[in-house]
């Protein structure tokens, strides 16, 4: 019955896709009449699944079994374990819900049928990508999603803007396929499988070092460059900085487009991590590469975000960051929480982009929209709603602080844990205290909402993100020993708590000041510095005219080429 | 019964069939097509049949024969009559029995039908050459060239033979600096010639170097080496400033074929994952100059430097299309993805610099193509395209043929890769006696 049902969730999005791309002429407008069925089966089966796995342990499907020999790595099989099927839980959930938006989003639409075919076939994609047991299957459907990627955000193809952008995401992608399989290469040439088992086993009985020059000296641990080369890839899929200028552009496809990408798609590479933990957590080197991307994507992106004037930007910049958070996590050996963070976010953020598209279809009836509600926003100052948020999110670090220095003892399952956790319930407490704040600053009700919202955050996640990472994590101390491996160094980690603790401080010290319009506690280039960064988060950091500069210097580059061999040119 | 329908009667079809078509059908194009197609068919049948029922193994000459015959069946399946049927179907003939001829003879025979190749090609050329066109000029120059080496190597021994063996052999399976051969070929020429010669050309070439592999000195492997490693930078860079849809293909057919060069420079042998991977990159690029053959026949030439919208009036045309370059692009399930992964698999080792050059050739392949396929296919439809017309019913299966193939040869189990390995140390047979490859698939 297991076996049944983890080949039926895949082929359900995979026969809908097919019968609507062939018969799409005669379906037309009743095209979701296949897909929306089929999915919704798909989306019980693999809650049953879910269930299943988690009674009964992990299943492995040979689909096609490997030959042996020199080509040991052509195999397809299927490993649904509980990483998997909770994937699969969340990719059919937002699928069937976005299948059921576009019946009336896209009704009339001229590619109505093409749509609904492409999303089952994005669909079969994804969760073959995520039930795959080896390297080779999963850069195979990893592949075909950036191509699959592609064509849908190519959706509306006479409008060259969306088409531009979809070629620009493709690329992007391609360049982390290609590292992807540079990877591949090398994992297979240095330990002789693809085999997820095989591989992390083999990977671990030694370390293997590859000279990082032609001379030998220095050397490096060869899974550094596997799992640095295999990130690459997830950096291209999760938008991670400098790989991140694909994900803004792509919101001239339609609503549910953009929903399934962020709340689905970009999730490929946190996915990918947590399936490679095992190879992740043999080389501390790229998890601390790994975790630096991530700080560095949240930073960036969230300041991208917050300047921002159109609403699918502003969710679209928002994703980045998330993203960031996600990839930071997995740096930090928190890999459960990152499956965590990315189903919260693909269930948030599927929400938000739908909504958005009601609320843009509104303001194309609704000239006031969106409301000017900017008047409310200078309020009075309350002194109460800003001590409350200050030592609300002091208090957290604290904590955090004793906690890692064993001064304090909280009876979790782990004490490493519970740092990471904290630290991360801290960031996102304080984005609460902050955006708490600005929407309705003088108010009792306002401080009420910021101590129940530090409580909700810590209870998520000390218990609920804990709980899920030994449900995910079962096996006793592996998820213990990620954390181990990934642990900075102790006083970088202080120093960066501390760090980011004068930040929020500050923070709060220049709301205050600016809100009484007291520029005094700051000198005056700390004010001027705000100008400066609004004009390079405007222009996203220039990364996008350096790539189209880098791209239009190798065409001209080609073309001089072409040009100057003149008569020789054949 | 075997020997002589592979080595004589087969051959021997096509030009007779050029025969009879001139004498009979040269004006009646349509007829003359349906006549080729019979003659294309009936040697695919006297290939297969008496190796079929003599049960013997399969080899790379044998497999090659079958491209070679398919993809010429399926270029005139999907040719539209024009002013230059007849002629292009003749010479379409005409160069698949000495195309047949190379693959079925032994040294010399080979060399002297490879030189007849070459001088029918010249005589096309002059044929079809244009004031404005430089590139036939080149390649009549060029093809003088290897016309001499082929001559000269009947007459000199190794090591000088090699080289004068492996000059006209970078002509036709296109290498720097002799690549003009090729893309004139395949740019310059009317009718079912281009997609066909995509497919002849390099399989002509492959199939010399295997009869070669075992007397290459390492010092010329070397030179190859670096050679291949050039021809995929160069061309890879000149199928990113194309223009011109045949001339872009003909470069990238360049630069994605050095790869097998530089493969086979590397390896020294001829891996089953090569000769599948020669398979598809040749079909794929005949199916794009097929696909290319339609939008000439309709639209003239397309300047690529701006969008047609092609989507908007022909949606079997896009999807047949956009298949064809998911394929081009190295995407599964198609042949040249899991013929690459087989052969970047089964490397035991290699140099990072190397690796780079050839994944980044892998990659620009990715910007190239998908660049092609938006300015043919996206983008708003311009006016004057309003009235024309989608694929018609023999254009559509012809394509949708060679997708087939695409991924049959693709997607065969891969028991099939394993005895083709160990059939391939049977490669290693001598010079003097030619003798094909056992490749038992």
């Known amino acids: ?570 | 019964m075997e020997w002589w329908s592979g080595h004589i009667v087969a051959p021997a079809l096509p030009l007779l069939g050029a025969a009879l078509g001139i004498a009979l059908l040269w004006a009646k194009p349509q007829w003359f097509k349906i006549w080729a197609l019979v003659v294309f068919a009936l040697t695919g049948l006297v290939v297969t049949v008496p190796s079929w029922m003599a049960e013997s193994p399969l080899t790379i000459s044998y497999f090659l024969r079958h491209l070679i015959l398919a993809a010429g069946f399926l270029t005139i399946l999907g040719h539209h009559p024009d002013k230059d049927t007849s002629i292009s179907l003749c010479l379409t003939l005409l160069f698949a029995g000495l195309g047949l001829g190379v693959l079925a003879g032994q040294d010399r025979e080979s060399s002297i039908f490879l030189s007849g190749i070459f001088g029918l090609l010249i005589l096309a050329f002059m044929r079809y050459r244009r004031q404005e066109w430089e590139i036939p000029w080149k390649a009549i120059s060029l093809l003088t060239v290897g016309l001499f080496s082929l001559l000269v190597s009947l007459t000199v021994s190794e090591p000088v033979r090699i080289i004068m063996l492996i000059i006209p052999l970078a002509m036709v399976w296109p290498l720097l600096p002799v690549q003009g051969v090729f893309v004139a070929s395949v740019s310059c020429l009317p009718g079912t010639l281009p997609p066909f010669f995509a497919v002849l050309l390099p399989s002509l070439g492959f199939h010399g170097i295997i009869n070669l592999l075992p007397v290459i000195p390492e010092g010329v492997f070397y030179l190859l080496w670096m050679i291949a490693i050039a021809s995929a930078l160069y061309g890879s860079l000149l199928a990113l400033s194309q223009d011109s849809m045949d001339l872009l293909l003909a470069y990238a057919h360049m630069a994605l074929g050095s790869i097998i060069w530089w493969y086979v420079s590397v390896t020294h042998s001829i891996e089953p994952g090569a000769v599948v991977y020669l398979g598809g990159l040749t079909l794929v690029i005949c199916g794009l100059l097929v696909a290319s053959q339609h939008l000439r026949a309709r639209f003239g030439h397309l300047d690529l430097t701006i969008s047609h919208g092609l989507a908007h009036i022909m949606p079997w045309f896009s999807m047949l299309f956009l298949l064809f370059i998911t394929a081009a692009v190295g995407l599964p399930i198609f042949t040249l993805f899991s013929a690459f992964m087989e052969m970047m698999l089964g490397l035991s080792s290699t140099g990072a610099g190397t690796l780079i050059i050839i994944l980044l050739t892998w990659l620009m392949a990715s910007w190239y193509f998908p660049r092609l396929m938006q300015q043919v296919l996206f983008g708003r439809l311009s006016p004057s395209f309003k009235a024309s017309h989608d694929l018609h019913l023999d254009e559509r299966v012809s394509l949708i043929l060679l997708l087939i193939l695409l991924v049959m040869i693709g997607s065969a189990p891969s028991h099939w890769f394993l005895a083709a390995d160990t059939a391939v140390a049977t490669a290693q047979s001598s010079f003097g006696i030619l003798q094909d490859t056992l490749w038992k698939r």
């Open chain 1, 1 to 570: 019955m297991m076996i049944f049902l983890a080949v039926l969730v895949p082929l359900l999005p995979l026969a809908s896709g097919l019968i609507i791309g062939l018969f799409g002429n005669y379906l037309g407008n009743r095209s979701h009449q296949v897909g929306v069925p089929a999915l919704v089966t798909a989306c019980l089966s693999s809650l049953w699944l879910l269930y299943a796995v988690s009674t009964a342990g992990p299943i492995h499907i040979v689909l096609q079994p490997s030959s042996g020999g020199p080509h040991n790595w052509l195999a397809f099989s299927l490993y649904i374990d509980r990483l998997s099927a909770v994937m699969m839980v969340l990719i059919t959930g937002v699928s069937t819900i976005i299948h059921l938006y576009s019946i009336n989003y896209l009704q009339g639409e001229r590619g109505y049928a093409r749509f609904y075919a492409l999303l089952g076939l994005m669909t079969f994609v994804i969760l073959s990508l995520v039930s795959s047991a080896n390297l080779f299957m999963l850069f195979v459907f990893w592949q075909l999603l950036s191509w699959m990627l592609y064509l849908l955000l190519a959706y509306n193809f006479g409008h060259p803007p969306a088409v531009r952008f979809a070629f620009k995401t493709l690329i992007v992608h391609r360049v982390g396929d290609v590292a992807f399989l540079a990877g591949i290469l090398l994992s297979y040439s240095l330990f002789g499988t693809l085999e997820f088992s095989q591989l992390f086993a083999r990977a671990a009985e030694a370390e293997i070092l590859l000279p990082l020059w032609p001379g030998g000296r220095p050397m490096i641990s060869a899974v550094t460059v596997i799992t640095l080369c295999i990130f690459v890839g997830a950096m291209a899929k999760s938008a991670q900085f400098p790989l991140h200028v694909w994900l803004p552009d792509t919101m001239d496809t339609p609503t549910p487009v953009s929903a399934l990408m962020h709340a689905g798609i970009v999730n490929a590479g946190g996915f990918l991590l947590n399936r490679l933990a095992p190879l992740y957590g043999l080389s501390p080197t790229t998890l601390h590469v790994v975790f630096a991307i991530g700080a560095l994507t949240v930073v960036l992106g969230a300041g991208m975000m917050l300047i921002q004037n159109d609403i699918k930007k502003t969710l679209g910049f928002s994703t980045m960051a998330q993203m960031g958070y996600m990839v930071m996590e997995c740096g930090l050996g928190a890999f459960a929480l990152a499956i965590f963070h990315l189903i919260a976010h693909g269930v948030f953020k599927a929400t938000l982009f739908l909504n958005a598209g009601h609320v843009i279809q509104a303001s194309r009836h609704e000239p006031k929209r969106p409301v000017a509600d900017h008047i409310e926003e200078a309020v009075s100052f309350s002194r109460t709603t800003w001590i409350t948020g200050v030592s609300v999110t002091l208090l957290l670090p604290l904590i955090i602080l004793l906690l890692a220095h064993g001064m304090l003892a909280i009876p979790l399952q782990d004490a490493q844990a519970a740092v990471i956790f904290l630290f991360f319930a801290w960031v996102t407490a304080s984005q609460a205290m902050f955006s708490l704040y600005r929407l309705n600053a003088a108010s009792w009700k306002v401080s009420g909402l910021m101590l129940l919202a530090l409580l909700l955050v810590i209870f998520i996640y000390l218990w609920v993100a804990e709980t899920f990472t030994y449900f995910l994590y079962p096996e006793p101390g592996v998820a213990h020993e990620y954390f181990q491996v990934a642990a900075l160094p102790g006083q970088l980690f202080d120093g960066l708590v501390l760090v980011i603790a004068g930040m929020i401080v500050l923070g709060w010290g220049y709301l205050y000041t600016n809100i009484r319009g007291q520029r005094s506690l700051f000198p005056e280039w700390v004010a001027s510095l705000r100008p400066q960064f609004y004009v390079l988060f405007m222009n996203r950091l220039y990364a996008d005219q350096f790539y189209s500069w880098a791209g239009k210097g190798i065409i001209r580059f080609a073309q001089r080429l072409d040009h100057s061999l003149g008569g020789w040119r054949l």
